[in-house]
């Protein structure tokens, strides 16, 4: 299948970030969320994009432009997916809220549409069943600043039809992705079974004061050449998404997580310390500590 019309639901960090590469690649995109409020800032995230292409990878202000122009905006689902041949699932990594949307895509979705989710924790067998078209769904995970690191891991589950496989490969190749199959669910794909052990190995450090974000970050820079630490990464992915996976692990029956969402919580989230979307986070942007001259020397 030949995909053209693409519709991303929920337009976050990378949510915003999936939509406007595909309409940069040429696709014409709707993007879908609750409300006009999160459509307005999916706007605003989408116009500093534009200036991210055309500073990273030197594209034209024209050409920024008309991505911006193949982008339509909706609060509606049944509008948004009336006419997708492909739909990107970026919700929240809360499982309620995935298996909720599910649920209502299912009812208003053509019979055409293939659904991908971008879940960064959870397999496409758990949602499965609510999509009503197993056959027809599988996991599409991009990396953040996906402009710059350009992976797409896709991930079949059982009862994904092997066609729809090679459909989803071949659309991430179309927007300027590195497809990476898996042919087998792992929780985490490739990318994030390395990941978030780090990560989280770096907020437990935090966590039970066994150093500070700045001496954590300086650690791992100095000794592998790093350009970035754990929590200047965690910045860029957002804190609410640590505090999601935190909070579903703990839901699991691990109470040492319980701990680490609190301190997310009370000592950032809830202070508006989201990451740089809100340009703090661990650091405060747009000129961040660990990126000073003399961060590393001691």
Known sequence: MVFQQITVAGCGVLGSQI???????????TVYDLNEEALSKAKERILKLMNMYQKDLRASQQDVENAFH????SSN???????ADLLIEAVPEVIQIKTEFYKQLAKVAPPKTIFATNSST?????????TGRPEKFLALHFANSIWIHNTAEVMQHPGTDKEVFKDVIAFAEKIGMVPLPLYKEQPGYILNSLLVPFLEAAQFLLVNEIADVATIDKTWMIATGAPAGPFAI???IGVNTAYNIAKEKAKAGHPEYEKLANMLKTQYMDKGKLGRQSNEGFYTYPN????????LKG
């Open 288 to 295: 961040p500590r660990f990126r000073q001259p003399d961060f």
């Open 19 to 29: 939509a406007f590469q595909t309409a940069f690649k040429g696709f014409d995109v």
């Open 122 to 130: 959870f397999l496409p067998s758990q949602f499965a069943e609510f």
């Open 77 to 83: 689902l049944e509008e948004a997916v009336a006419q």
């Open 70 to 73: 193949r982008i339509y905006f």
């Open 234 to 236: 965690l910045d860029t």
